[in-house]
């Protein structure tokens, strides 16, 4: 059964500091989403990770793909207070081909502090 | 495109009542998943559905939890009966290629 560890699960912080949440999951998978979730909404698609290595950057977030240590990294840059949410990871379970049928982590309370 | 859409929004019912929760998914999407949210046990996929066929429930809580997709524009969950333990956000979500995309959820209470 794939597991997906977050970590850390609560993360207050400055505004202007750098962070970065991580990700683990359990088994072989090349395909990583992280989504976010303001409070009372839904969640929002932010990256999606294909292969090994895979950098992707929206503003003051960078995600990376490491598939054989199976560790993605959420990186917050200079974080300012709309960065407040919940981050989500979330992990394709399927070998091979896909099935799309993805196991989320239990997501990472960010707060964002003046 | 509108997105996913949902109804009702909220949904608030007595134990012992069925509760219908609607979606619509984006328009040419070929998967639709069903999730529950609560505080305690995070984001649960219930089940979804594959070209309008179940693929996967074995994430349904219990025989009291039916789904169906009679065609790729709807899907419905259903809960008969309701239990307070069920009071939860139920989201849909659709997905083409992977990235799945979420309606605004249907928070659901039973008293």
């Known amino acids: 059964e794939l597991k997906v560890e977050q970590n850390p699960l609560f993360l207050s912080m400055q505004e202007g500091k750098n962070y970065t949440i991580y990700c683990n999951y359990s088994?072989?998978?090349?395909?990583l989403y992280w989504y976010r979730q303001d409070p009372g909404k839904s969640l929002e698609s932010l990256f999606v990770?294909?292969?090994?290595?895979a950098v992707k950057q929206e503003g003051r977030l960078m995600a990376s793909l490491d598939t054989k240590a199976r560790l993605s990294t959420l990186h917050i840059t200079a974080a300012v207070h709309d960065l407040s949410a919940t981050y989500f990871c979330?992990?394709?379970?399927?070998?091979?081909?896909?099935?799309?049928?993805?196991?989320f982590g239990k997501g990472t309370l960010l707060t964002v502090n003046p | 495109d509108a997105g996913v859409i949902q109804s009702p929004r909220h949904e608030v019912t007595e134990m012992g009542q069925e509760v219908t929760l609607r979606c619509k998914p984006i328009?040419?999407?070929?998967?639709l998943f069903w999730y529950r949210q609560t505080m305690m046990r995070g984001l649960e996929l219930l089940i979804y559905?594959?070209?309008?066929?179940?693929?996967?429930d074995s994430g349904m809580p219990e025989d009291r939890f039916s789904a169906k997709m009679p065609n790729a524009s709807f899907s419905t969950l259903k809960i008969q009966p309701s239990e307070p333990r069920d009071s939860a956000v139920y989201f849909c979500?659709?997905?083409?290629?992977?990235?799945?995309?979420f309606g605004p959820g249907t928070r659901l209470t039973v008293l």
């Open positions: 979500a659709s997905s083409l290629e992977g990235v799945q995309y």
């Open positions: 328009s040419g999407h070929d998967y």
């Open positions: 088994t072989t998978s090349d395909r």
């Open positions: 979330a992990v394709d379970n399927s070998k091979g081909g896909s099935n799309y049928k993805l196991t």
């Open positions: 990770l294909l292969s090994n290595g």
């Open positions: 559905f594959n070209n309008n066929v179940p693929i996967d």
